[in-house]
């Protein structure tokens, strides 16, 4: 049996699932909001916030990969000029600073344009003083969350939580160095792939992304409506 077999998870939704009980255990300080990493976090980060009953969002996160190895992360940008380099590759890779400026420049064009298809017509993200809780389907080396903590740290966020079903020892580590807390349901010995903790890991799109965000905000209208006194 492979070691991951007895702990892969249906879908993203069903890992969310489990991931809002863990979350349920923690004693989340003052004003929640779940952040998630698009495209693969939103729909755990969707089961997350429904469960809390707070609001969802995204925070936009692009990492940086090395060419011709997609999987493998040179690091990673996000909203507010946040750039995250892996120090390791940084040594080992030739000419590693301007691949990286080569292939980050593309990412943030990316970046923006994610930005105008999931955020447009939205107030830009108010985090002074909240509790965010970042969440990615998986972090391998952990350089993309570690860009998000560092963003919403600069956007004002009083304590950040990190929630992940799986992780890799070294992605773990990493965040754990930043965020004030953080939350995975599986680490194993060895990660061979994020997509191989589930049955069904399909690739998301952006209608995929707004769906779900839209239908978090009404869910939470229709909550505050129903609470009102009649």
Do not use: C
Not at 154 to 164: D, E, F, M, P, R
């Amino acid at each position: 049996m492979r070691p991951w077999e007895s702990s892969t998870f249906a879908d993203r939704a069903a890992a969310g699932v489990a991931l809002a009980r863990a979350l349920q255990r923690r004693s989340l300080p003052g004003s929640v909001l779940v952040l998630a990493l698009p495209r693969g976090g939103v729909p755990v980060a969707y089961e997350v916030a429904r469960t809390l009953r707070v609001p969802l969002d995204v925070i936009l996160v692009r990492k940086v990969p090395l060419p011709g190895q997609a999987e493998l992360a040179m690091g990673a940008i996000a909203s507010g000029d946040v750039v995250v380099r892996e120090a390791r590759l940084a040594q080992e890779i030739p000419n590693f600073a301007q691949t990286f400026a080569r292939v980050a420049e593309r990412e943030r064009r990316e970046l923006e344009r994610r930005e105008l298809a999931y955020r447009s017509g939205l107030a830009p993200l108010d985090l002074k003083g909240k509790t965010v809780v970042l969440i990615d389907d998986g972090l391998a080396t952990g350089s993309t969350m570690l860009a998000a903590i560092r963003a919403a740290r600069q956007l004002g966020a009083a304590t950040i939580v990190v929630a992940a079903p799986v992780a890799s020892h070294e992605g773990a580590d990493l965040v754990k160095a930043e965020a004030d807390d953080v939350v995975i349901l599986e680490i194993p010995a060895v990660l061979y792939a994020i997509g191989a903790w589930y049955e069904d890991f399909e690739q998301l799109e952006d209608a995929d992304v707004t769906r779900l965000l839209a239908l978090s905000r009404r869910s939470l209208n229709e909550d505050a409506d129903t609470a009102k006194p009649r």
